[in-house]
T-cell receptor, first 118, second 115 residues
């Protein structure tokens, strides 16, 4: 299974600032996913990041607020821009096993970034 | 629309007793179903999946799940619960209508195993 390193593990930020979260995978993968999770609640998909193309955002999420980079097949970043207390959450990246992102593939998750905005 | 439901927010079970965490699904076509567990301050860990084949799927940590097509269910089970099984459990289905095959997650069930 893929090993995913996510940094930072947690941060406390001031309102109006931005934070960039990094996701590094130990193998090449086609699709990476970024999720948001309120503590103890379910996961909400923010966007899907493919290498070499623009990320695909889910309804309610926009590129200006959550810009994503995917420079190669092992790395991605998610930036949370112009933060407000409502952005306080856990942010998780995940990858699909096997590199092709097919329907049968398992998704593996990083440990998450716990963000608090004051 | 593809969806999964976890009807119980919390399940309490005594250590050593069998446990069941419920999941029902609604999909068009064949369902690809998954169970994940999340321990405090950790990411999600894959437990098991159903794609095709035997209706009883065995996974990690002694967990298994039974796929029931007629009841559109995929309940997670374990014959004998451990205190260390206490965690948040998520059922997910693959959205085969999306080009990315993204997951659709249930709302989660908190399992509490009492010593």
């Amino acid at each position: 299974s893929a090993v995913i390193s996510q940094k930072p593990s947690r941060d406390i930020c001031q309102r109006g600032t931005s934070l960039t979260i990094q996701c590094q995978v130990d193998s090449q993968v086609t699709m990476m996913f970024w999720y948001r999770q309120q503590p103890g609640q379910s996961l909400t998909l923010i966007a899907t990041a493919n290498q070499g193309s623009e990320a695909t955002y889910e309804s309610g999420f926009v590129i200006d607020k959550f810009p994503i980079s995917r420079p190669n097949l092992t790395f991605s970043t998610l930036t949370v821009s112009n933060m407000s207390p409502e952005d306080s959450s856990i942010y998780l990246c995940s990858v699909a096993e096997g590199g092709t992102g097919g329907a049968k593939n398992i998704q593996y998750f990083g440990a998450g970034t716990r963000l608090s905005v004051l | 629309a593809q969806s999964v439901a976890q009807p119980e927010d919390q399940v309490n079970v005594a250590e050593g007793n069998p446990l069941t965490v419920k999941c029902t699904y609604s999909v068009s076509g064949n369902p690809y179903l998954f169970w994940y567990v999340q321990y405090p301050n950790r990411g999600l860990q894959f437990l098991l999946k159903y794609i095709t084949g035997d209706n009883l799927v065995k996974g990690s940590y002694g967990f298994e799940a039974e796929f029931n097509k007629s009841q559109t269910s995929f309940h997670l089970k374990k014959p004998s619960a451990l205190v260390s099984d206490s965690a948040l459990y998520f059922c997910a289905v693959r959205d085969l209508t999306s080009g990315t095959y993204k997951y659709i997650f249930g709302t989660g069930t908190r399992l509490k195993v009492l010593a």
